[in-house]
């Protein structure tokens, strides 16, 4: 199970590198086209769809590579059981806004197929397509909090972050 989850992560961080890259091409396209005197309408709405795509697919990669930002400076001060208890704390809260996201953003995702909603822009993109990015890489996100939850729960959780490498 380990294993399959990590690769679950690597290739959401994967996709978001991807949508990195057709945010280039189509930057890239865009001048391009102004240059030479080519319009190229519609293509900022894909570099923005793609942008937004990286960033939920990217948060899953960067939770588990302890990437994301903590406040710890409370977490700094506490040692054993409290500590412990603060971590799970958190991760319980986190975990449920988390799954909220993912639930609210796949119901997007449906609502936006079902209503047949159409982006305003000149590229007249039928919105849950796009949003299929968002809610893949917010239900990924969810998983991964729950993946953090039950190691912090079994105590074999490891704090990969250079922050919480400096308090331990």
Known sequence: ?????????????????????????????TILGRLIGFPVGGVDSYAGYAMAGAGFLALASTLKKGEHIRVTLVLG?????????????????????????????????????????MSTGIDATPMWIPQILMAVGTLVFFIAFLDELYLEWRGLRIHESTEDLHHE
């Not at 199970?1 to 396209?29: E, H, N, P, Q």
């Open 1 to 29: 199970m380990r294993k399959w989850l990590d690769g679950l992560y690597d290739v959401s961080a994967w996709l978001a590198g991807l949508c990195m890259i057709l945010v280039l091409v189509a930057v890239t396209f």
């Open 77 to 117: 001060m506490l040692r054993g059981a409290k500590r412990r208890g603060l971590e799970l704390a958190a991760l319980m809260i986190a975990t449920l806004l988390a799954g909220f996201l993912a639930f609210y953003s796949v119901r997007l995702v449906w609502q936006s197929w079902s209503f047949q909603d």
